[in-house]
């Protein structure tokens, strides 16, 4: 949960989901021949290369004779079988989504508290800064200089770059400290949704993953996300700033009444 990342595309090494899911599926095969695990072990890793299908299996809403049906060839693959028992694959499926739900039920007890006893704060007026490594440190002691002064100030270092993001105030100074070549990002008009959160939020998965899928199922875009100890600090365009803000907000509440007693009248 505390590492910092950029989900800007252009400055950080993406892959994609179908790639991804290529990998594991190469990597799961190498290792079905070389140990000869069972069909239902074969069938949880094959389901676990499948998020959506395992999103499924956890609501409950899978028909398991059509989900067999769909996996059996890629099962038969990853085993290096010809033929394969329909009914071993969906006695497997319907044996891990029970385990899924109940995981589920038990990470959705943590993630809806931790959400609940979040508070929300909006910062408008700011801007995101993405400059060469370089050229960052060589102004690292005028930019610490005047710290104090910056209305908002964030820091995330990169691979071979450094982005600020800086009330709009602040940045006109800021931008004086490097040259038009140095500077690879600058996008303005942009705002910050602060989530602060209880401590256990460090070590909750699936909190974030919550929110953005939240976001992303509106249409909103995140420019940047930062995590500083138990505050997550969303950057999006100001435009669908308050959107967002609306969206989280509203979450917050609907989770408080639904989810948690200690927020209950």
Known sequence: MNSRFCPHETFCETVS???LRRIAGLKLKKKVRKGKISIAEATRRIIDTHPFIADCLKM???????????????????LGLKKIN???????????????????IFL?????????????????DLTVLTVDQTAFLR?????????????????TQGIDTFTLIVDVKSIRNLKKLFNSTEIRVLLGNQSAILL???ETIIETPGVISFITEV????NVNITQIISCHTDTIFILNREDALKAYSLIEKLIIDLRRAGSSKFKP
């Open 60 to 78: 409950g809403i899978v028909n398991y004779t059509a989900l067999a049906e769909h996996l059996k060839r890629e099962i038969s693959e990853a």
């Open 215 to 218: 976001l992303a199922n509106n």
């Open 17 to 19: 989901f179908f790639k």
């Open 139 to 155: 102004n690292l002691s005028k930019i610490y200089a005047n710290l104090e002064k910056y209305r908002f100030f964030q820091l």
């Open 108 to 124: 959705e007890k943590k993630v809806v508290s931790v959400i609940a006893e979040s508070v929300l704060e909006l910062k408008n």
């Open 86 to 104: 329909l009914d071993s694959i969906k006695m497997a499926i319907v044996r891990y989504s029970e385990e899924l739900r109940n995981s589920l």
């Open 196 to 198: 602060s959160s209880p």
